[in-house]
């Protein structure tokens, strides 16, 4: 039996390490990684994985690391794991100061970056329970990173506890780590056929005892609005301004049940995330989310017919627009065949949780891999109230994660 206290100060450090990384994704880049200082994270990693003795430690040319734990016992399958380094654009992820409150003593959590900051039981309910745990934060001013170097934490210490403990019999273990998982872009053409596994599992999950084979299939679109320029003080009659134009798009997508902040569960929604321009031109930069294909199509077509219906309204306007595919329901492959999601409810139970499904309200890198053909569900870290300054986790709650994935592959050798 693995002691419960075992993994709690590696995986304290390694995440408060790789937290201080910057490792923030750019959506507006065209490089590969999006942006260099991701690999600061990768090559920190590659140098880590040759130091606890991985085998077929690489820095591939599109920036994954990938790494192999060789097997202890032949005839059993071939497993994988998956985490990201990069950090999201939605918010400052540059200068992260992860502090540690060890033995946390139920009372409110403050930020000495930010004295208007509180995180307790009202702004994060899942906090709650987590009394007498060690809670790691970021400072206030950025947010922490756990998402998903938390994941990249637990993996990196199952690995290190298997390659230290060579009388547990398990078979080949992958170990992947992704840039650009924020921005769509982590799951390269190759990286199916590099990864060489029969399933896969991400570590990118929240709460403990949950998994999760089932998220939101995505487009993603970009409207361009072109208005007709004149000089204001004689643009009567002449003059065609785009942010009108844009502004009614808007308008008319914005009700109550189709936005992301008016909708839960299996529930769809078209979201405007970015505007940028002037009265010329203007770019919209929408993200349209949906379980079921039907309901992802028809979230196209309202905002299609939004957008001719506002070049119709604003004369002398042109609106042009390109949707394009991001990733599917991972559920539409897992579904055929269940085995990883199986064991991986084999494995929640070792740690006393009934296991908890619910599908993502969002993606992961899983989700191109299995499509892709890597069937790749997704496992809890604990991670909270990411994307922004309240972000937090457990240490507790990562070492479960840890020992649940050990035991995961040492049940799938048997």
Same mark, same amino acid.
């Given at each position: 039996?693995?002691?419960?206290?075992?993994?709690?100060?590696?995986?304290?450090?390694?995440?408060? =390490?790789?937290?201080?990384?910057?490792?923030?994704?750019?959506?507006?880049?065209?490089?590969?990684?999006?942006?260099?200082?991701?690999?600061?994270?990768?090559?920190?990693?590659?140098?880590?994985?040759?130091?606890?003795?991985?085998?077929?430690?690489?820095?591939?040319?599109?920036? $994954?690391?990938?790494? /192999?734990?060789?097997?202890?016992?032949?005839?059993?399958?071939? *497993?994988?794991?998956?985490?990201?380094?990069?950090?999201?654009?939605?918010?400052?992820?540059?200068?992260?100061?992860?502090?540690?409150?060890?033995?946390?003593?139920?009372?409110?959590?403050?930020?000495?970056?930010?004295?208007?900051? $509180?995180?307790?039981?009202?702004?994060?309910?899942?906090?709650?329970?987590?009394?007498?745990?060690?809670?790691?934060?970021?400072?206030?001013?950025?947010?922490?990173?756990?998402?998903?170097?938390?994941?990249?934490?637990? %993996?990196?210490?199952?690995?290190?506890?298997?390659? /230290?403990?060579?009388?547990?019999?398990?078979?080949?273990?992958?170990? =992947?780590?992704?840039?650009?998982?924020?921005?769509?872009?982590?799951?390269?053409?190759?990286?199916?056929?590099?990864?060489?596994?029969?399933?896969?599992?991400?570590?990118?999950?929240?709460?403990?005892?949950?998994?999760?084979? @089932?998220?939101?299939?995505?487009?993603?679109?970009?409207?361009?609005?072109?208005?007709?320029? +004149?000089? &204001?003080?004689?643009?009567?009659?002449?003059?065609?301004? +785009?942010?009108?134009?844009?502004?009614?798009?808007?308008?008319?997508?914005?009700? !109550?049940?189709?936005? &992301?902040?008016?909708?839960?569960?299996?529930?769809?929604?078209?979201?405007?995330?970015?505007?940028?321009?002037?009265?010329?031109?203007?770019?919209?930069?929408?993200?349209?989310?949906?379980? @079921?294909?039907?309901?992802? @199509? +028809?979230?196209?077509?309202?905002?299609?017919?939004?957008? +001719?219906?506002?070049?119709?309204?604003? !004369?002398?306007?042109?609106?042009?627009?390109?949707?394009?595919?991001?990733?599917?329901?991972?559920?539409?492959?897992?579904?055929?065949?269940?085995?990883?999601?199986?064991?991986?409810?084999?494995? *929640?139970?070792?740690?006393?949780?009934?296991?908890?499904?619910?599908? %993502?309200?969002?993606? =992961?890198?899983?989700?191109?891999?299995?499509?892709?053909?890597?069937?790749? !569900?997704?496992?809890?870290?604990?991670?909270?109230?990411?994307?922004? !300054?309240?972000?937090? %986790?457990?240490?507790?709650?990562?070492?479960?994660?840890?020992?649940?994935?050990?035991?995961?592959?040492?049940?799938?050798?048997?």
């Amino acid at each position: 039996m693995t002691d419960s206290n075992q993994f709690n100060q590696k995986l304290t450090d390694r995440l408060v =390490t790789y937290c201080a990384i910057d490792s923030q994704s750019d959506e507006h880049s065209t490089s590969i990684p999006s942006t260099d200082i991701q690999l600061d994270v990768s090559r920190h990693l590659v140098a880590e994985l040759e130091r606890i003795g991985a085998s077929d430690v690489e820095l591939t040319s599109y920036g $994954v690391v990938l790494a /192999t734990v060789p097997a202890t016992v032949e005839d059993a399958p071939t *497993i994988g794991f998956c985490a990201h380094v990069d950090t999201a654009p939605q918010f400052n992820a540059t200068g992260v100061k992860p502090r540690v409150i060890a033995n946390w003593d139920g009372s409110d959590i403050t930020y000495p970056d930010n004295p208007d900051l $509180v995180l307790n039981p009202s702004t994060s309910a899942y906090l709650e329970g987590k009394v007498g745990e060690d809670i790691i934060t970021a400072s206030g001013l950025t947010l922490l990173g756990a998402d998903d170097k938390a994941g990249v934490a637990i %993996i990196m210490t199952m690995a290190e506890h298997l390659l /230290t403990t060579p009388d547990l019999k398990h078979g080949k273990v992958r170990l =992947t780590f992704t840039p650009d998982e924020e921005i769509g872009k982590g799951v390269h053409a190759d990286l199916p056929a590099d990864f060489g596994v029969d399933f896969a599992y991400t570590l990118d999950g929240a709460k403990r005892g949950t998994m999760e084979y @089932e998220t939101f299939s995505a487009d993603g679109a970009v409207i361009t609005i072109t208005g007709t320029s +004149a000089h &204001p003080g004689y643009a009567k009659n002449k003059m065609t301004n +785009a942010l009108h134009v844009a502004a009614q798009i808007v308008s008319d997508l914005n009700e !109550p049940g189709t936005t &992301p902040e008016t909708t839960s569960g299996r529930e769809s929604f078209t979201h405007i995330y970015a505007q940028e321009g002037g009265s010329s031109e203007v770019t919209l930069r929408f993200i349209l989310r949906a379980f @079921e294909m039907d309901d992802l @199509e +028809a979230q196209a077509a309202r905002l299609q017919a939004a957008c +001719a219906k506002a070049e119709a309204d604003f !004369p002398g306007s042109k609106v042009t627009g390109e949707i394009s595919k991001q990733y599917r329901n991972m559920r539409y492959w897992l579904e055929n065949d269940m085995t990883p999601v199986d064991l991986a409810r084999e494995a *929640i139970r070792t740690e006393g949780f009934d296991p908890e499904s619910v599908p %993502i309200r969002g993606g =992961t890198d899983g989700s191109r891999l299995t499509e892709l053909g890597v069937p790749c !569900p997704n496992l809890y870290t604990g991670m909270m109230e990411i994307h922004g !300054p309240l972000e937090w %986790i457990s240490v507790q709650d990562m070492a479960s994660a840890t020992r649940m994935i050990s035991n995961l592959v040492q049940i799938a050798a048997k």
